[in-house]
């Protein structure tokens, strides 16, 4: 069995300041992690995915996130929001090699304020 | 040159229609996927195709029934609409392999009154 917990559903940060997404995980096998972020009225687009290499992980748009298996957690990161970040953000975990069995967090919508 | 395309945009339909959601992919993918995205954004998968193939079938009422004439084509079919399915409804496509992401349309906003 897996899940995931975004322990935020909702953050605010200021234009400029970093930004934090935070996301729990269980997984019974080795996971791949994602995350996702979803502009309004459009579908969802791939940030970056873990599976099993780095573990330290950089996406589009400057976020990163970092898998650290001692913590079960796929936080992600960005050193300096931009507005075009706001957005609703997804993390995902699924077992790797199994596309059957993704499973999404419930997600955390960012606001970014200027 | 929209890799995964869904249409309509917006359906708005009376209860007890029957309606369809067509999906296209143009990425060479041969899995194909159905999510359902209710008002509080969470996601909930509904079917998968691999190859034509049915690989998942959530627990979804069977007025909902998927139709694949090839594996670029992934259509969702609707009978006898509820309130209850109003929803943003979005298809995806990826490789089979559960490391590669998936790629999502637009989505399509249905509103059932």
């Not at chain 1, 748009?61 to 650290?68: D, H, S």
């Not at chain 2, 996601?43 to 959530?58: A, G, P, T, V």
């Amino acid at each position: 069995a897996q899940s995931v917990t975004q322990l935020d559903s909702h953050v605010s940060v200021s234009e400029g300041t970093p930004v934090l997404l935070r996301c729990n995980y269980s997984s019974s096998y080795s996971p791949s992690l994602f995350w996702y972020v979803q502009h309004p009225n459009k579908g969802l687009q791939l940030l970056l995915k873990y599976t099993s290499a780095a573990t330290l992980v950089k996406g589009i748009n400057g976020f990163e996130a970092e898998f650290k298996k001692s913590e079960t957690s796929f936080h992600l990161t960005k050193p300096s929001a931009h507005m075009s970040d706001a957005a609703e953000y997804f993390c995902v975990v699924t077992i790797s090699g199994s596309a059957r069995q993704l499973t999404f967090g419930s997600g955390t919508q960012l606001t970014v304020l200027p | 040159d929209t890799a995964v395309s869904q249409t309509p945009k917006y359906l708005v339909t009376q209860m007890g229609n029957d309606k369809s959601i067509k999906c296209e992919q143009n990425l060479g993918h041969d899995t194909m996927y159905w999510y359902k995205q209710d008002s509080k954004k969470f996601l909930k998968i509904m079917f998968s195709y691999n190859n034509k193939e049915l690989i998942i079938n959530e627990t979804v009422p069977n007025r909902f029934s998927p139709k694949s004439p090839d594996k670029a084509h992934l259509n969702l079919h609707i009978n006898s609409l509820e309130l209850g399915d109003s929803a943003v409804y979005f298809c995806a496509s990826s490789q089979a392999n559960g490391d590669s992401p998936l790629h999502f349309g637009n989505g399509t906003r249905l509103t059932v009154t």
